[in-house]
């Protein structure tokens, strides 16, 4: 067991000669923090009526987001040296199909928080918009009730961060071998290289990891950990620990991936 945490330790080490992996994630984790802070406060104040950002702000959200996750892919890779160059020059196929995989996973995100808040509308006062979207649990009875619905929502989050996080780096290393009918061959690589017990014990580990992230989300998300009897700042405040939790925790995982897909020989760059 031991000798499979190998990988966790690497990661750690190339995270603390590479700080610029932290760059991307942080300034997610400052627009994501912004965009809710203003959300939240215009629902907090809007005295009963509905908030919607305009379409293109969200339609820009997404963009934003899949530029960040592309950009900390190059980043990743560039800081863990491939054994061989990449022989695929066609830059605009790979962000196309890079987009595909990325939209497939937001679609999905979108499904499991919708029924995250459905679980959530459940404990909320329904006559307040803000409670609605702000809710937070607060008693033990409730927090027993809520484990079973958050078993499946920490679980089907989980999965589909690992699934699809680990399709765009095998998709990465793909690319490189400059293969044809890349988003179909990466996911066919990725489901053989999973037949390898020593990677499947690898990933594994880094799951098990992921789950406790995801938890951590959970929680943080749903329940009352703070005791700021102001609800906005309670709210805010936590929202602010989980981008945090988050922005530190993305990199690792990245990083974690490219040593276990295998793509070559791997080594550290100073």
């Not at 339609?59 to 990743?76: D, K, M, P, R």
């Not at 990199?251 to 550290?268: A, D, T, V």
Request: net charge positive.
């Amino acid at each position: 067991m031991a000798t499979h945490m190998t990988f966790l330790k690497k990661s750690v080490f190339v995270l603390s000669k590479n700080p610029i992996l932290f760059l991307l994630p942080s300034v997610g984790a400052i627009l994501s923090i912004t965009i809710e802070i203003i959300f939240a406060t215009e629902l907090y104040y809007s005295n009963g009526n509905k908030v919607f950002f305009p379409d293109s702000i969200l339609v820009g959200l997404f963009f934003a987001a899949f530029t960040i996750i592309y950009f900390q892919l190059g980043i990743s890779k560039k800081s863990i040296s491939l054994g061989a160059p990449p022989k695929n020059n066609n830059h605009s196929t790979g962000v196309l199909e890079l987009f595909i995989i990325y939209s497939i996973y937001s679609l999905l995100l979108v499904f499991i928080g919708g029924y995250e808040s459905q679980v959530r509308e459940t404990y909320s006062i329904k006559s307040d918009p803000f409670s609605l979207y702000t809710f937070k649990i607060t008693t033990y009875h409730n927090i027993i009730t809520i484990i079973p619905a958050g078993i499946v929502i920490v679980l089907s989050y989980t999965l589909a961060s690992f699934l699809f996080s680990a399709w765009m780096v095998q998709y990465v290393v793909v690319q490189d071998q400059d293969m044809r009918y890349g988003l179909v061959e990466s996911f066919r690589k990725l489901a053989y290289n999973s037949t390898f017990k020593n990677m499947r014990t690898k990933m594994l580990l880094l799951f098990l990891v992921t789950l406790v992230t995801s938890i951590v989300d959970f929680v943080l998300s749903n329940i009352a950990v703070t005791h700021i009897s102001d609800t906005l700042h309670s709210y805010l405040y936590q929202f602010v620990i989980l981008s945090v939790v988050d922005s530190l925790y993305a990199p690792f995982f990245l990083i974690c991936l490219f040593l276990i897909i295998p793509s070559g020989s791997f080594s550290s760059t100073n």
